[in-house]
């Protein structure tokens, strides 16, 4: 590429000797502008800096810098003294981080955008292709009169701009470019971890682009063809998947979900993978800038529930993972299974002390008067429905009537459901000491704060839970 | 020769027509008749009701302007050199010609009128001065060249505005594409991360601003604040000390009545009148063969959208802090939250989403609802015979319930190369006629406020309305007003189904919006 010396050039390498002294060095660094400037202009380009009073006096000092130019406005005749705005690009345009700067001719007819940001924010842009690097000049003398700095000169008048504050160009990575280029995904897998940017994703060979569709509770099908990375090609760099193992993904908002190993080996219908392209273009913030969907030829459909937005870290911790399905009947019947579970947990989370023999453990489950919401009415359950309508029948519950808690050996409670009615206190549990239960209590155990200002009489531990059964 | 006694007869004639005239040449004459068919009702600065035109769809579209003549069939007299404000202008009623040096003219061609004089000829209405029996208008600036202008619309009234747009860019012979885009933030975010090519002007809602202008996508446009345009839509779109939007048009929140069930509701009311109101109507309704209400009182409580009015009722002075976030544990949240469970715990308000809340309403089973000034035109096609009112102030005394106002504008792309013409095209579709036009078929509020002024006598809503726009309150321009939103759309669900407390819910929602904020930053 070839670049151009400008005519300031010579006169700015005696500066260039004091400033490269001084300055910090780096393609990040900026110029050396003095501590109080009387103004300065922000430059954004293929590297940031400041254009300040200083240097602009400076290269006025030198009569081969300074250009005048008379032009018409509103029918008067207004002369201006400054310095062609190439002087300012040159600090932006390439990689030179001190005087002398080099101005990139080539770059300049070969064409990128240039906007003029005014202190309020007004802003004209021009494409460098259509005007000369010194058609227009950065002034601050309008008929010999100081001003605050100025665009002005040969070009349309619509690129006049006064009191600038800003000049930008497209070489400058754009500010939402920026954040998604820096957004990295970040695995765990048995303790190995990894970062990958949304680039370093596109680019491996495990990057693929099918149909794949979700349907939400409340039925509505969204279809695209979605492009992202294998998350079973992903995550078997590190680790074989089996059946029983659990892949946890946590969201930028908080939110937790698990797949089963089981789910994720599933390739019947298609592959599940880490989305980042929606219909060939990337996905926003929200949903993603990463989402689970499953793809493939014949546009796999899966529960919404199921696809995780706004994925930020993946964690895989081997052969923890067993799945479960505790059986709820009563008026209706349901499947608990673990990923309900987990979801209902996230979102109802509650934490107790639970005292046995003498000796407290940190039980962490939800309330268990949710899952009555299950089985007390024939026709709604939790999320099955318009939210307006609630899932949960008060006043069933506070007329009470039994609930029996079945453990996987038999052992039986029997709790009255109006003792459960709101009961924040008595908890199905399924992490115990923040690690996931042990064999003797999994997979969710009945437990209660130990100052529970309301227990039922009676009411015992139930472990191992395979069913729990309302009686009407 | 034909021309010079035609013109004499012009100038002697004033009711003849007006010329018009750009650097010295002819524009066009229009005869008083055409004049008169263009015309439509205006409000002038000083309030006075009148018939007329802006000069701005008059005349070509200029990049400058900076003087402007204008002549009567009296004898010639100049006032010269007035270094323009707004507010100056021909001195009024002056007779002759009349000069006005204003280097910003150019910029309120649209906001300049020509008028139905009292004595049969047209009048030039300069802010509040006023040129009477005008037989000339010369302007001196330069035509605007701009052309191709792509403009992104979406909401209701796009078809509309691709008409008048479509309508405008044949009068003054530009190329502007309209596209529409049913979320234009995604989409402008989306292409901007793609280095892919924006349009020069988009509609945007209040809360994009945080995003489109933190990415750099949109400029500011202090240059083009007006007087004429409401001040609260300017605060709609502004952040960081900066507007970013041009407001075109509003809805505000209002509480719709069936007037089968419930008479007017009295002035300056409060939350327990509505509440009495509610309970007599619903008893009535028990005593009838229709039987008890489905609602006395319904809305959907489980939206933040609508939970924000109350909290401003129930004392928060400023939704968002100086520094971007949001305060929910100053009391206000609580008591808001605390009212709206009180009354739903007293049977009176029936908390439901828009759709059950719609059909309720529209068959008469539920008394008072609360939704956006959009459902007038809605419900006046089902045929409900219905009322709007105010918001109710929180208590007897006390702070009113503010409705939300939220305003839809227009934000200029930061890279636009046709900066004047999106500009013209904004004064256009802001100036009164088509404001008033555009509002009227639509249901929506006009944010150029002699628009909303002309529109007093014509709309049956006019009271509630205007009482709302003055106490309402804009949808927050800020980013923990989206992160608020999310959070509490899930927390409202679990205090109004009492699996969690009031108290509970308010220090979740804050700990989650700090959390979300810090994550951002």
Same mark, same amino acid.
Request: with cysteine; aromatic share 10%.
């Given at each position: 590429?070839?670049?151009?010396?400008?005519?300031?050039?010579?006169?700015?390498?005696?500066?260039?000797?004091?400033?490269?002294?001084?300055?910090?060095?780096?393609?990040?660094?900026?110029?050396?502008?003095?501590?109080?400037?009387?103004?300065?202009?922000?430059?954004?380009?293929?590297?940031?800096?400041?254009?300040?009073?200083?240097?602009?006096?400076?290269?006025?000092?030198?009569?081969?810098?300074?250009?005048?130019?008379?032009?018409?406005?509103?029918?008067?005749?207004?002369?201006?003294?400054?310095?062609?705005?190439?002087?300012?690009?040159?600090?932006?345009?390439?990689?030179?981080?001190?005087?002398?700067?080099?101005?990139?001719?080539?770059?300049?007819?070969?064409?990128?955008?240039?906007?003029?940001?005014?202190?309020?924010?007004?802003?004209?842009?021009?494409?460098?292709?259509?005007?000369?690097?010194?058609?227009?000049?950065?002034?601050?003398?309008?008929?010999?009169?100081?001003?605050?700095?100025?665009?002005?000169?040969?070009?349309?008048?619509?690129?006049?701009?006064?009191?600038?504050?800003?000049?930008?160009?497209?070489?400058?990575?754009?500010?939402?470019?920026?954040?998604?280029?820096?957004?990295?995904?970040?695995?765990?897998?048995?303790?190995?971890?990894?970062?990958?940017?949304?680039?370093?994703?596109?680019?491996?060979?495990?990057?693929?682009?099918?149909?794949?569709?979700?349907?939400?509770?409340?039925?509505?099908?969204?279809?695209?063809?979605?492009?992202?990375?294998?998350?079973?090609?992903?995550?078997?760099?590190?680790?074989?998947?089996?059946?029983?193992?659990?892949?946890?993904?946590?969201?930028?908002?908080?939110?937790?979900?698990?797949?089963?190993?089981?789910?994720?080996?599933?390739?019947?219908?298609?592959?599940?993978?880490?989305?980042?392209?929606?219909?060939?273009?990337?996905?926003?913030?929200?949903?993603?800038?990463?989402?689970?969907?499953?793809?493939?030829?014949?546009?796999?459909?899966?529960?919404?529930?199921?696809?995780?937005?706004?994925?930020?870290?993946?964690?895989?911790?081997?052969?923890?993972?067993?799945?479960?399905?505790?059986?709820?009947?009563?008026?209706?019947?349901?499947?608990?299974?673990?990923?309900?579970?987990?979801?209902?947990?996230?979102?109802?989370?509650?934490?107790?002390?639970?005292?046995?023999?003498?000796?407290?453990?940190?039980?962490?489950?939800?309330?268990?008067?949710?899952?009555?919401?299950?089985?007390?009415?024939?026709?709604?359950?939790?999320?099955?429905?318009?939210?307006?309508?609630?899932?949960?029948?008060?006043?069933?519950?506070?007329?009470?009537?039994?609930?029996?808690?079945?453990?996987?050996?038999?052992?039986?409670?029997?709790?009255?459901?109006?003792?459960?009615?709101?009961?924040?206190?008595?908890?199905?549990?399924?992490?115990?000491?923040?690690?996931?239960?042990?064999?003797?209590?999994?997979?969710?155990?009945?437990?209660?704060?130990?100052?529970?200002?309301?227990?039922?009489?009676?009411?015992?531990?139930?472990?191992?839970?395979?069913?729990?059964?309302?009686?009407? | 020769?034909?021309?010079?006694?035609?013109?004499?007869?012009?100038?002697?004639?004033?009711?003849?027509?007006?010329?018009?005239?750009?650097?010295?040449?002819?524009?066009?004459?229009?005869?008083?008749?055409?004049?008169?068919?263009?015309?439509?009702?205006?409000?002038?600065?000083?309030?006075?009701?009148?018939?007329?035109?802006?000069?701005?769809?008059?005349?070509?579209?200029?990049?400058?302007?900076?003087?402007?003549?204008?002549?009567?069939?009296?004898?010639?007299?100049?006032?010269?050199?007035?270094?323009?404000?707004?507010?100056?202008?021909?001195?009024?009623?002056?007779?002759?010609?009349?000069?006005?040096?204003?280097?910003?003219?150019?910029?309120?061609?649209?906001?300049?009128?020509?008028?139905?004089?009292?004595?049969?000829?047209?009048?030039?209405?300069?802010?509040?001065?006023?040129?009477?029996?005008?037989?000339?208008?010369?302007?001196?600036?330069?035509?605007?060249?701009?052309?191709?202008?792509?403009?992104?619309?979406?909401?209701?009234?796009?078809?509309?505005?691709?008409?008048?747009?479509?309508?405008?860019?044949?009068?003054?012979?530009?190329?502007?594409?309209?596209?529409?885009?049913?979320?234009?933030?995604?989409?402008?975010?989306?292409?901007?991360?793609?280095?892919?090519?924006?349009?020069?002007?988009?509609?945007?809602?209040?809360?994009?601003?945080?995003?489109?202008?933190?990415?750099?996508?949109?400029?500011?446009?202090?240059?083009?604040?007006?007087?004429?345009?409401?001040?609260?839509?300017?605060?709609?779109?502004?952040?960081?000390?900066?507007?970013?939007?041009?407001?075109?048009?509003?809805?505000?929140?209002?509480?719709?009545?069936?007037?089968?069930?419930?008479?007017?509701?009295?002035?300056?009311?409060?939350?327990?009148?509505?509440?009495?109101?509610?309970?007599?109507?619903?008893?009535?309704?028990?005593?009838?063969?229709?039987?008890?209400?489905?609602?006395?009182?319904?809305?959907?409580?489980?939206?933040?959208?609508?939970?924000?009015?109350?909290?401003?009722?129930?004392?928060?002075?400023?939704?968002?802090?100086?520094?971007?976030?949001?305060?929910?544990?100053?009391?206000?949240?609580?008591?808001?939250?605390?009212?709206?469970?009180?009354?739903?715990?007293?049977?009176?308000?029936?908390?439901?989403?828009?759709?059950?809340?719609?059909?309720?309403? =529209?068959? !008469? #089973?539920?008394?008072?609802? $609360? @939704?956006? *000034?959009? %459902?007038?035109? /809605?419900?006046?096609?089902?045929?409900?015979?219905?009322?709007?009112?105010?918001?109710?102030?929180?208590?007897?005394?006390?702070?009113?319930?503010?409705?939300?106002?939220?305003?839809?504008?227009?934000?200029?792309?930061?890279?636009?190369?046709?900066?004047?013409?999106?500009?013209?095209?904004?004064?256009?579709?802001?100036?009164?006629?088509?404001?008033?036009?555009?509002?009227? =078929?639509? !249901? #929506?509020?006009?944010?150029? $406020? @002699?628009? *909303?002024? %002309?529109?007093? /006598?014509?709309?049956?809503?006019?009271?509630?309305?205007?009482?709302?726009?003055?106490?309402?309150?804009?949808?927050?321009?800020?980013?923990?007003?989206?992160?608020?939103?999310?959070?509490?759309?899930?927390?409202?669900?679990?205090?109004?189904?009492?699996?969690?407390?009031?108290?509970?819910?308010?220090?979740?929602?804050?700990?989650?919006?700090?959390?979300?904020?810090?994550?951002?930053?």
């Amino acid at each position: 590429m070839k670049r151009i010396i400008t005519a300031a050039t010579v006169a700015a390498i005696a500066l260039f000797l004091v400033v490269a002294q001084s300055s910090a060095t780096g393609a990040d660094a900026t110029s050396a502008a003095t501590g109080e400037e009387a103004w300065s202009i922000a430059l954004s380009g293929a590297r940031e800096d400041v254009f300040a009073a200083s240097r602009y006096d400076w290269l006025m000092s030198d009569s081969r810098n300074a250009i005048e130019t008379t032009v018409e406005k509103k029918g008067v005749k207004y002369t201006y003294r400054g310095v062609p705005l190439e002087f300012a690009i040159s600090m932006i345009d390439g990689s030179d981080y001190a005087e002398p700067y080099a101005f990139d001719a080539a770059k300049w007819k070969e064409g990128y955008t240039v906007s003029f940001v005014a202190k309020d924010g007004f802003t004209a842009t021009f494409s460098t292709k259509d005007l000369g690097p010194r058609a227009l000049i950065i002034s601050t003398l309008e008929n010999g009169q100081p001003t605050a700095p100025q665009i002005v000169g040969d070009g349309p008048k619509n690129l006049w701009v006064r009191d600038l504050a800003a000049i930008e160009t497209s070489l400058a990575p754009n500010p939402v470019s920026k954040e998604a280029d820096s957004f990295s995904i970040d695995l765990d897998v048995n303790g190995t971890a990894a970062s990958f940017t949304l680039k370093e994703l596109e680019a491996s060979d495990l990057y693929l682009e099918k149909k794949g569709s979700y349907t939400t509770s409340a039925g509505t099908r969204y279809s695209g063809v979605y492009g992202g990375v294998k998350l079973r090609g992903l995550l078997e760099r590190y680790a074989k998947l089996s059946l029983d193992d659990s892949v946890n993904f946590v969201a930028t908002d908080g939110y937790e979900m698990s797949y089963p190993g089981s789910l994720v080996l599933d390739d019947k219908e298609g592959d599940w993978i880490l989305a980042f392209r929606l219909d060939g273009e990337y996905l926003p913030k929200d949903p993603g800038y990463v989402r689970t969907i499953k793809v493939g030829d014949k546009d796999p459909n899966i529960d919404g529930h199921l696809s995780v937005r706004m994925v930020k870290r993946i964690k895989v911790k081997q052969k923890d993972f067993k799945d479960f399905s505790i059986g709820l009947s009563g008026k209706a019947t349901f499947a608990l299974d673990r990923s309900t579970v987990q979801s209902c947990v996230s979102c109802h989370k509650r934490t107790v002390v639970f005292e046995r023999k003498g000796v407290s453990a940190s039980y962490t489950g939800f309330p268990a008067w949710l899952v009555l919401g299950y089985v007390d009415d024939p026709k709604y359950a939790p999320h099955k429905q318009d939210k307006s309508v609630p899932a949960y029948e008060d006043a069933l519950a506070k007329s009470g009537y039994p609930v029996d808690f079945v453990a996987a050996d038999g052992f039986k409670i029997t709790v009255n459901a109006k003792d459960l009615d709101h009961n924040d206190d008595i908890i199905l549990a399924m992490y115990k000491n923040d690690a996931n239960l042990g064999a003797d209590e999994f997979p969710l155990v009945l437990v209660w704060d130990k100052a529970a200002k309301r227990l039922p009489e009676g009411i015992k531990n139930a472990k191992m839970l395979s069913s729990i059964n309302a009686k009407f | 020769m034909l021309a010079t006694a035609l013109f004499a007869a012009i100038v002697l004639s004033p009711c003849l027509g007006v010329e018009f005239r750009l650097n010295g040449a002819s524009l066009v004459v229009l005869g008083a008749s055409e004049l008169a068919s263009r015309s439509g009702p205006l409000v002038l600065e000083g309030g006075e009701h009148v018939r007329g035109l802006a000069l701005g769809e008059l005349l070509p579209l200029l990049s400058e302007a900076w003087r402007m003549e204008l002549r009567s069939a009296r004898e010639t007299r100049v006032v010269s050199r007035v270094e323009a404000p707004a507010s100056k202008g021909p001195a009024a009623g002056a007779a002759g010609s009349s000069l006005v040096e204003d280097s910003d003219l150019a910029n309120r061609l649209f906001s300049i009128y020509v008028v139905e004089g009292k004595t049969g000829g047209w009048d030039l209405c300069y802010g509040i001065e006023r040129f009477r029996d005008l037989s000339s208008v010369a302007l001196t600036g330069e035509i605007l060249d701009e052309d191709g202008l792509e403009v992104w619309l979406s909401w209701e009234g796009v078809g509309e505005l691709k008409a008048e747009i479509a309508r405008f860019a044949k009068e003054h012979g530009k190329r502007i594409t309209c596209v529409e885009v049913p979320n234009t933030q995604t989409k402008l975010l989306t292409l901007a991360r793609a280095g892919g090519k924006l349009p020069d002007l988009a509609q945007i809602q209040s809360d994009y601003v945080p995003a489109l202008a933190g990415a750099r996508i949109i400029q500011g446009i202090g240059r083009l604040r007006t007087d004429r345009l409401a001040s609260k839509g300017f605060e709609a779109f502004e952040s960081g000390g900066v507007s970013w939007a041009v407001p075109l048009y509003y809805d505000a929140q209002l509480v719709f009545y069936n007037k089968k069930l419930v008479g007017v509701p009295p002035v300056d009311w409060s939350l327990d009148d509505l509440a009495a109101l509610a309970r007599e109507a619903d008893s009535r309704a028990a005593r009838s063969s229709s039987g008890k209400l489905k609602a006395p009182f319904c809305f959907n409580a489980y939206s933040a959208y609508w939970l924000v009015p109350f909290i401003a009722g129930f004392g928060k002075e400023r939704f968002v802090e100086p520094d971007g976030r949001i305060l929910l544990d100053d009391g206000s949240a609580k008591k808001a939250l605390d009212a709206i469970i009180a009354l739903r715990d007293d049977g009176v308000l029936v908390p439901a989403e828009r759709d059950a809340m719609v059909s309720w309403f =529209a068959s !008469g #089973k539920a008394a008072f609802i $609360l @939704a956006g *000034s959009y %459902s007038i035109p /809605e419900f006046s096609k089902l045929g409900i015979d219905f009322g709007t009112a105010p918001y109710p102030l929180a208590a007897r005394g006390g702070r009113p319930i503010a409705p939300l106002l939220d305003f839809k504008g227009f934000a200029i792309s930061r890279r636009t190369e046709r900066p004047v013409l999106a500009r013209r095209l904004i004064e256009h579709l802001t100036g009164q006629s088509f404001q008033r036009r555009f509002t009227a =078929a639509l !249901g #929506k509020l006009p944010a150029n $406020l @002699a628009a *909303s002024e %002309s529109s007093r /006598e014509a709309n049956p809503y006019w009271p509630s309305l205007s009482r709302s726009a003055r106490i309402g309150i804009v949808v927050p321009p800020a980013e923990s007003y989206a992160l608020f939103k999310n959070v509490m759309w899930k927390l409202l669900r679990l205090v109004l189904s009492g699996e969690m407390g009031t108290a509970e819910a308010i220090d979740t929602a804050q700990r989650l919006v700090d959390a979300g904020l810090a994550e951002r930053k």
